[in-house]
Structure formats: C-alpha cells, structure tokens
C-alpha cells in the first residue's frame, strides 16, 4: 500500500454562469488528494491520511477518495472546517489563495499519527500541507518515524502565497529531501527553492543529501531523471491543455504506480534503479498526465483509459 499524507481540500475554480457571470465552482482537490486518487484510479492500493472535516465538504471529499477506491483508515474525520482553495487560471495555469485556519488538516498534531500495517511499502508528502503548523511538523515528524523502513517520495510543489517565513520553510524542505528516497519536483520550484536555474546541479546536490532519485517535470519540455548512477530526458508529450490542475499530482501516482507494479518501491530497491525502470515510469507518469491536463479540473484517469 502507497499512503498519501497531507492535504484534501476544496477547489474553488473559476466558472461563467448560465448567465454569463464570474462565478467559482467547487471541486474536491488538494495535490496529496489528487495523488491519492490517481492512484485508486490506476489500481494501486492506496490509503490516506490527513484530517478531514465533517462538513458537507467534507463529505464530498470521502467520497471523492472511496469512489477511486482510497482506503481511509488512516484518516482522521474531525468536526473541523474544510480548506478552501481559490484557483486563477492565468494561460491555463493555476495560482491558488488559501483559506485554511482552525482546518481539520492543518490542526493534526502528533498524537493523532497512525500506526501503520505491514502492508505499508510507501508514503507520499508534499505541497500545501507542509506549510501551516501545526500539521506542517506532524507530517514530518511521520517521514522522520518511518523514513528508516518504508519509501519516501517527496514533491514540494511550492505555494510560495503560503510561506510567510521563506527561511524557515526552506529549512524544512531541506530536512525532508534528505529523508526522501524519491524527491519529485518542478523546474519552477527548483528555481524558487535554490534561486538558480541550474537543474542538474540542484539534483547532484539532493543526491548527495540523501535522495535516490530525483524526477524534474519541466512542463513542455519534458521530464529529467537523475540517481547517483545515471541521468536521462525523456521528451513530452503532445496533448492539447484545458487546464494543468492536477497534472502534477497524477504524474507523481503514475510514476509511483509503474514502480509498484514492477515490485521497485520498496527500501532495498529504490536506491538501484535501472534505466529501463525509470524511463517506462516516466513514460507512463506523462501518459496518465496527459489525460488529466485534456480536460477541466484535477480529473486523473482510471487504469481502463491508459489501457486503450
């Protein structure tokens, strides 16, 4: 089992009325959430943990995860309110305004952390919920508790709108890549986190640090790979965008499940990862990617639709 650890939010995305007003519509999100999903969807045993409300929000999200079949044991459903998130879409891409106090996620402390089943192999972090405290601390106090024995995949995916203490939050990302065994992050967070443009340097580096592979999405310019032992680029794929709400969390379960279904992701794998791995695990993260950019909102696609 791939458990999720972070945030399930509301999306609130910007629509044109029947009438033809502004309006924002609500969609179940939240890129731990999205992750989540798309790994129910491409037949991953999944689980989940963060707190979820029991607002009538909240109960959209529940069912969101149990429709794409995400076992929820590992969650905790509290009488706290829902996060919402108001997405811009600005040429396709999405800019985001938090609202998150009192959250049933963001108040998660460290006596509400699971203990986990044998059948755990892995735990994704990342994103929103590794900026308010103080959930941000609970999650890594969950990485540092199982970092020793299960896989961790990391992708920052930086809501700098958050992050009032840049010092700080660059601290924390720093001690978590070097408990991650898979640090999946973007050219753009690369460039915000580092203030250089210079990929390979910046994964050399978190290589050294800790990680075992590092994946970089670069959008339309395809996807780089780097362990200690190896790099590649693999090109992208054309696709006609509606939006890129989503994309990068159905890449990282996509790129999670080509490796779990090759038996890869576990501790004694990870850190030697051949060529032929990675690349089909690119390949098929940027195939399921594709789907969720062809059409609106953080759709990720079932295993049938990757099938055809």
Same mark, same amino acid.
């Given at each position: 089992m791939i458990v999720c650890c972070g945030e399930a939010l509301?999306?609130?995305?910007?629509?044109?009325? *029947? $009438?033809?007003? &502004?309006?924002?519509?609500?969609? #179940?999100g939240g890129s731990i959430f999205n992750t989540a999903i798309a790994l129910g969807r491409l037949g991953i045993i999944t689980g989940f943990f963060s707190g979820i409300s029991t607002d009538f929000f909240g109960d959209s999200l529940i069912a969101g995860l149990k429709a794409s079949n995400v076992d929820l044991k590992?969650?905790?459903?509290?009488?706290k309110p829902s996060t919402l998130a108001f997405v811009k879409l600005d040429n396709g891409q999405a800019r985001y305004s938090f609202f998150d106090d009192n959250s049933a996620g963001r108040m998660l402390t460290t006596k509400d952390l699971p203990k986990l089943a044998a059948d755990v192999n892995a735990l994704h972090f990342g994103s929103f919920s590794l900026v308010p405290e103080p959930g941000a601390s609970t999650l890594e106090a969950l990485m540092a508790r199982e970092a020793e024995r299960r896989?961790?995949?990391?992708?920052?995916?930086?809501?700098?709108?958050?992050? *009032? $203490?840049?010092? &700080?939050?660059?601290?924390?990302? #720093?001690?978590?890549?070097?408990?991650?065994?898979?640090?999946?992050?973007?050219?753009?967070?690369?460039?915000?986190?580092?203030?250089?443009?210079?990929l390979t340097a910046a994964a050399r580096k978190w290589l050294n640090a800790g990680?075992?592979?590092?994946?970089?999405?670069?959008?339309?310019?395809?996807?780089?790979?780097?362990?200690?032992?190896?790099?590649?680029?693999?090109?992208?794929?054309?696709?006609?965008?509606?939006?890129t709400v989503g994309a990068g969390d159905t890449f990282t379960a996509g790129f999670l499940a080509?490796?779990?279904?090759?038996?890869?992701?576990?501790?004694?794998?990870?850190?030697?990862?051949d060529e032929t791995s990675l690349r089909n695990a690119v390949i098929y993260a940027a195939r399921a990617a594709a789907v969720t950019v062809s059409r609106a909102g953080?759709?990720?696609?079932?295993?049938?639709?990757?099938?055809?």
């Open positions: 509301i999306d609130m995305l910007p629509r044109i009325s *029947k $009438d033809g007003a &502004a309006v924002y519509q609500p969609f #179940n590992y969650a905790k459903i509290w009488d896989v961790i995949c990391l992708d920052p995916n930086v809501r700098e709108t958050l992050i *009032k $203490d840049r010092r &700080a939050y660059l601290e924390r990302i #720093n001690r978590l890549i070097v408990m991650c065994d898979i640090l999946k992050i973007s050219d753009e967070d690369i460039t915000w986190i580092t203030g250089k443009t210079d990680a075992k592979v590092v994946v970089i999405t670069r959008g339309e310019n395809g996807v780089e790979v780097f362990t200690k032992g190896l790099s590649f680029k693999q090109p992208s794929l054309s696709v006609k965008v509606v939006d080509s490796l779990q279904k090759a038996g890869k992701l576990n501790k004694a794998a990870v850190s030697y990862l953080a759709n990720p696609p079932w295993l049938h639709e990757l099938q055809n």
